[in-house]
């Protein structure tokens, strides 16, 4: 896909209580990005094509109440994104498979799966600076 035009195109997962939007771009293995609270999707508008581009399908999120993702919920908390984020990861094979524009996916009981993450990273990370031992190095 490396210097094309890619085909990005908005999915929509219905979970408990509402649904979630993603920008989807590119192939297989799947990076999920997900923003902070108060910020969108399109904060990755020119990371997903990126990560597209070295080979990866991209799902870029709207959280709960933001976006196009549904509002009204009655809970926003930090486990309600992880299972919604978790359910757009089980739900992408289903959505895969829908020939429906836009896609959606019915909601599935899933239960916890621990190998099914590989690696998760918070951006909140890279707002505050890192530890520093007394020579000024990062620490751990």
Known sequence: MKGTMMNIATEYVDVKGGRIAC????????VVLSPGMADTRSSYRFLAPLIADAG???????????????TGWDSYSHADTA???LEVITGRAARRSSSASPSRVEPRRSRPRPTLIWSARSSRSTLSPAPRDQRGRAAG
């Open 23 to 30: 920008e989807v771009v590119g192939q297989e293995p799947l």
């Open 56 to 70: 990866y399908r991209v799902d870029s999120v709207d959280l709960r109440g933001h976006g196009e993702s549904s």
């Open 83 to 85: 299972a919604d984020l």
